[in-house]
């Protein structure tokens, strides 16, 4: 599924690309686009003003994470959505947005929340890749499980020769998940 997943992927990101391309009213992105992430500032009005400077500079959409930079690692908290909503309103680029995407649902939620043309995860995806496709296998529909996973990254990490400690670190993320649930 791995490799599926990664077609499924690419897909959702072609089509927030044609979405973003369309907003612009270009025909299609091109692939020198420019584009930029920013954190959340200390103040809303400053974050709206940095992010206009960016527009203004050219970019072509924006990913706008929605936490401080002190809110990183172990003081995460949960990401302001709502202050994500307040840049997309002011920005005519599209804006992706960025934090507090763990599950499927949460794609919907922060999509409709945020009015972002798009949404990013990193974490998450570490410990679920099947993530963006609501854990469920493009090919047949059915439920794919951190077990399946983990074996599938093994044997691509096996086929590319990534080191044993980068796959026991990544397997870990994979299958941590699961046993939380246990």
Known sequence: IMPSLVGSEMC????HRAGMASRRGRGRASLLDRRAQVRLLPSLGATVDACRRFEDAGVSALTVHGRTREQNKQFVGSADWTAIATVTRALTVPVIANGGIATAADVDACLRETGAAAVMSSEALLGNPALFAANRDPATGAH??????????????REVGAPDASARAHVFKLLHLSLIHI
């Open 144 to 157: 794919v499980t951190q077990r399946r996973l983990a074996r599938e990254y093994l044997q691509l990490a």
């Open 12 to 15: 959702i990101r072609d089509r």
